[in-house]
C-alpha cells in the first residue's frame, strides 16, 4: 500500500465534502473580522491605558485576539475530518479499502493538517496586516524584532489546534462528544484556569495557553511565564503528539 | 477464495462467532444462511480485517486481508450500502476508494455505468434511495475488478426489479469464475442464487453443503402411506418397481411415486389404505428445523411446540 496513493484519496476525501469549506472560511471570517474589530477598539482605548499597559502592548498579539474564536472553527474542522467517518459508517468502507490503519490515519491527518496550515498561515498574515492597518500609529511591522516569528506562529498555532482536535477526534469517535469536550475546554476552561490566580500556573501549561505565547512581541511586565515563544509552541506540540497518539493506539486496537 | 479456520469472536461473555472453519471457493455463488443475530456480518466484518477474531485465522487467496497489497484488487465487499458519507457525490465516493488502491479513474466510470448509476454520479449519496446506496455500494466492490466479491443482504429493501438485478449479477459473476460469497436470513432468497450453501446458528457451523444435495435431501416430494398390511403392500409396490422407505412409525414414504397411482394399485390387490397423502417438504421448513435450536429469540406460537433438538443432518435420513 503506497502511502502516496492513500494521501491523494484522503485529499479527494477532504475536497469534497461541505464541512470542509464551510469550517475552514468561518475561521478565516471570523479570526479576521475579530482581529480587525479588536484592534480599532485598543487603538481607541491607548490613551486611557496606564503606563504599565502601554508598556506591555502588544500591537501584532493584539491584531490576533480573534483567534480566540476562530480556533473554535478550526476544532470543528479537526473533529468532523476524522469524526465523519465513524458518524456515517464510511471508517468500514475506508479500512477496507486501506487496512494498513496506521497509513490510513496518518495519511488523512497529513492531508487535514497541510489544509489547516495553509489556511491558518494565509490568516494569520491576512489578519495581521489589517489588524495593523486598524492600529494606527501603534502598530507594528512585520520587520520588527519577533513579529515575523509571531505572525508565522499563528498559522503554526491554528495547524496545531486542528491537528490536536483530529487527535482527539480520533480517541473518541463521535463528533458530539468530541465537540462536547473540546469547545467548552478551549473557549471556557481554559481561560478560567488561566485567569484565576489559584490555577495559572497550572493553566499556563494548557495547549493553547502555552501555544498562543508564540504570537506574543511583548513581553508583559512582571511576566513570570517559564518559557518562551518557541517553548510555549512546544508545550502545546506534546500535547497534540500525545492526543495522536491516543488516537492511533484507538483505531489500532479497537474494532472498526 | 477464503479460508476460515477456527474462527471466534466473543463480546465479553457473549460469543458471536464460535469456532468457524470452511472455505468458500471460486466459480460459483456461495451463500451464508443464518437467521439475524446468528454472526453472519461480524464473520464478514472479520473477514475484511474490521473486527479483530478473538481466536482463529481468516486469510485471503491464503492471506491475511491487512496484508493484501491495494485489497479492492482482490476481494470486493458491500457490508453496508450506508457505509458512505452522504455529502460526497456518487463520483467522488468512488474515486477516494479508487486512488487508495491504484485504480485508475476511468475503471469509476466504468462501475458506474454497470450498475446504472451515470446519470446520478454528481448527486449527493444521501439523496439516493436504498436501491440507488446498494448499486453505489456494489460500484464499490466492483470498483478493483476483484476475484473475490462478498455482498452482506444484498437484497434486503430493494423492489423486485432491483432483486432480480442483483441475482442476476451475483450468477454471471460467478460464472466468470469469480468467488462470489452472499450472506441471507432467507432460505428462498438462496435458494435461487446459491450453488453451494454455508448454514450458521449462533455463530457455529451447522451445514458446508452444495444447494443441490440441500434440495435433494430438504425439498423431496414424496408420498406418506399406512397400511394394516405391510407387507402386501411392500410386494405390491415392489412388484410394479416402486421402491419404499420404511419409517420409525410404520407408515411408508414413496419417493417420487404418485398417489392416484399408489392408491389404484392397492385397490386392484385389494390393500386397506389408512392414509395416502402426498407430502412436500419446503426448503424453508428445513432451514428452520435446521437453524430452530440456534435462533436466539423464538417467537412464541403459543402451540408449545418447539422443534425437537436434533444433531444437524439427523432429520435428513428419511422419516420426514
Not at chain 2, 496484508?67 to 456518487?90: C, E, F
Request: hydrophobic share 45%; charged share 20%.
Amino acid at each position: 500500500m503506497a502511502a502516496a496513493q492513500v494521501v491523494r484519496s484522503e485529499w479527494t476525501k477532504i475536497r469534497s465534502v461541505a464541512s470542509t469549506v464551510w469550517t475552514l472560511s468561518l475561521a478565516v471570517v471570523v479570526t479576521v473580522a475579530l482581529g480587525i474589530l479588536i484592534s480599532l477598539l485598543s487603538r481607541h482605548e491607548f490613551d486611557n491605558l496606564s503606563r504599565a499597559e502601554r508598556l506591555s502592548f502588544d500591537p501584532t498579539f493584539v491584531s490576533f485576539a480573534g483567534m480566540s474564536l476562530g480556533q473554535l472553527a478550526m476544532i470543528v474542522f479537526g473533529v468532523l475530518v476524522v469524526s465523519n467517518e465513524y458518524s456515517t459508517g464510511m471508517i468500514r468502507t475506508s479500512l477496507a479499502a486501506v487496512p494498513q490503519r496506521g497509513t490510513f490515519l496518518f495519511s488523512k491527518l497529513a492531508v487535514a493538517t497541510a489544509l489547516a496550515f495553509g489556511v491558518g498561515l494565509a490568516t494569520s498574515f491576512v489578519t495581521f496586516f489589517l489588524g495593523q492597518a486598524m492600529l494606527g500609529e501603534h502598530r507594528a511591522a512585520l520587520g520588527d524584532p519577533g513579529v515575523l516569528r509571531a505572525v508565522v506562529g499563528g498559522g503554526l498555532y491554528m495547524t496545531l489546534i486542528a491537528v490536536f482536535s483530529m487527535g482527539v477526534a480520533a480517541m473518541l469517535r463521535g463528533p458530539m462528544l468530541s465537540l462536547g469536550i473540546l469547545m467548552p475546554f478551549f473557549f471556557l476552561i481554559s481561560n478560567i484556569l488561566g485567569n484565576v490566580g489559584a490555577t495559572e500556573k497550572v493553566g499556563r501549561y494548557l495547549p493553547d495557553q502555552a501555544g498562543s505565547s508564540i504570537m506574543r512581541v511583548v513581553t508583559p511586565v512582571d511576566d513570570d511565564t517559564p518559557y518562551g515563544p518557541w517553548g510555549g509552541l512546544g508545550i502545546m506540540a506534546l500535547w497534540v503528539l500525545a492526543a495522536l497518539l491516543g488516537g492511533f493506539l484507538s483505531l489500532k486496537k479497537r474494532d472498526a | 477464495m477464503i479460508e476460515l479456520e477456527g474462527l471466534t469472536k466473543r463480546y465479553g461473555e457473549k460469543v458471536a462467532v464460535n469456532n468457524l472453519s470452511f472455505a468458500v471457493r471460486p466459480g460459483m455463488v456461495t451463500g451464508f444462511l443464518g437467521p439475524n443475530g446468528a454472526g453472519k456480518s461480524t464473520t464478514m466484518r472479520m473477514i475484511l480485517g474490521l473486527d479483530r477474531p478473538t481466536a482463529g485465522d481468516v486469510r485471503i487467496d491464503g492471506t491475511h486481508y491487512d496484508r493484501l497489497k491495494d485489497p479492492l484488487t482482490y476481494i470486493g465487499a458491500l457490508l453496508d450500502a450506508k457505509a458512505v458519507h452522504g455529502g460526497r457525490s456518487a463520483f467522488n465516493h468512488l474515486l477516494c476508494l479508487a486512488q487508495s488502491n491504484g485504480i485508475p479513474r476511468a475503471r469509476v466510470h466504468e462501475v458506474l455505468d454497470t450498475v446504472g448509476l451515470t446519470p446520478v454520479a454528481r448527486k449527493k449519496a444521501k439523496g439516493f434511495s436504498l436501491g440507488m446506496g446498494q448499486r453505489l455500494g456494489i460500484a464499490g466492490a466492483l470498483l478493483g475488478d476483484p476475484r473475490i466479491l462478498m455482498f452482506d443482504e444484498p437484497v434486503n429493501g430493494l423492489d423486485p426489479e432491483g432483486i432480480h438485478w442483483i441475482r442476476t449479477l451475483m450468477k454471471s459473476l460467478a460464472a466468470q469464475g469469480r468467488t462470489v460469497f452472499v450472506s441471507s436470513h432467507l432460505m428462498s432468497e438462496m435458494a435461487l442464487t446459491a450453488d453451494h450453501l454455508v448454514v450458521i446458528g449462533q455463530g457455529r457451523l451447522l451445514a458446508d453443503t452444495s444447494m443441490a444435495d440441500f434440495i435433494q435431501r430438504n425439498s423431496r416430494a414424496y408420498v406418506r402411506v399406512r397400511t394394516p398390511q405391510p407387507e402386501q403392500l411392500s410386494d405390491v409396490l415392489a412388484a410394479a418397481g416402486i421402491t419404499v422407505v420404511r419409517t420409525g412409525d410404520g407408515a411408508f414414504e414413496v419417493d417420487g411415486g404418485k398417489a392416484e397411482h399408489i392408491g389404484e394399485l392397492a385397490a386392484r390387490h385389494q390393500v386397506v389404505l389408512h392414509e395416502l397423502s402426498p407430502q412436500q417438504a419446503s426448503l424453508e421448513e428445513a432451514f428452520m428445523r435446521l437453524t430452530a435450536e440456534s435462533v436466539e429469540y423464538h417467537a412464541h406460537s403459543g402451540t408449545g411446540d418447539a422443534p425437537a433438538a436434533r444433531a444437524w443432518g439427523e432429520d435428513w435420513t428419511g422419516e420426514g
